[in-house]
T-cell receptor
Framework: DTEVTQTPKHLVMGMTNKKSLKCEQH?????MYWYKQKAKKPPELMFV???????INESVPSRFSPECPNSSLLNLHLHALQPEDSALYLC????????????FGPGTRLTVL | AQSVAQPEDQVNVAEGNPLTVKCTYS??????LFWYVQYPNRGLQFLLK????DNLVKGSYGFEAEFNKSQTSFHLKKPSALVSDSALYFC??????????????WGAGTKLIIKP
């Protein structure tokens, strides 16, 4: 089963709100990723976790805060976002980092008002 | 700088005809090559990848891709297009050695439209 699940599917939030995006996989993958995708553009890497440790932070603003509570779960905490942060947020996982295929979830469509 | 090019923003094909979506890359060494598809309002789905070996890679939904090392290309193909193949297709490349640089380099995407 190559399934990555994400909740919620849609999220609308104001600039002063705090919300969280959740991602889960039960494939035993040890690498998990957060991407941001604008319409009709390729995904942009935000964070990478390897064996539950933050491996890459692509200079993402501190209003985005990732968390990896265990090997199956990945969260993205959102606070004081800007309208330009509105996008599709994709979670992905892969068995390891080393060139393995990344499997993507369906994404969370985020709108910041 | 390392890059992936998908030279066509959009490809239009009649249903039943063969389709090709082009991808070329400028990445040192022998990278891993991937194709992903994205249907409207959905996440990306893995189609196929090339690591080594046979230059023709077969993937999901009847798609295949041809690797050409001399032309640094990895074109996606399907012998007979279906209307349901209409989607956004991304080529991605993962440089080697993996331990030091494992991020995917993405092409800009090609919108494939299959007309009945």
């Amino acid at each position: 089963d190559t399934e990555v699940t994400q909740t919620p599917k849609h999220l609308v939030m104001g600039m002063t709100n705090k919300k969280s995006l959740k991602c889960e996989q039960h494939m035993g993958h040890r690498a998990m990723y957060w991407y941001k995708q604008k319409a009709k553009k390729p995904p942009e890497l935000m964070f990478v976790y390897s064996y539950e440790k933050l491996s890459i932070n692509e200079s993402v603003p501190s209003r985005f805060s990732p968390e990896c509570p265990n090997s199956s779960l990945l969260n993205l905490h959102l606070h004081a976002l800007q309208p330009e942060d509105s996008a599709l947020y994709l979670c992905a996982s892969s068995p390891r980092l080393a060139g393995d295929t990344q499997y993507f979830g369906p994404g969370t469509r985020l709108t910041v008002l | 700088a390392q890059s992936v090019a998908q030279p066509e923003d959009q490809v239009n094909v009649a249903e039943g005809n063969p389709l090709t979506v082009k991808c070329t890359y400028s990445v040192s060494g022998n990278p891993y090559l991937f194709w992903y598809v994205q249907y409207p309002n959905r996440g990306l789905q893995f189609l196929l990848k090339y690591i080594t070996g046979d230059n023709l890679v077969k993937g999901s939904y009847g798609f295949e891709a041809e690797f050409n090392k001399s032309q640094t290309s990895f074109h996606l193909k399907k012998p007979s297009a279906l209307v349901s193949d209409s989607a956004l297709y991304f080529c991605a490349v993962s440089p080697r050695p993996m331990d030091s640089n494992y991020q995917l380099i993405w092409g800009a995407g090609t919108k494939l439209i299959i007309k009945p």
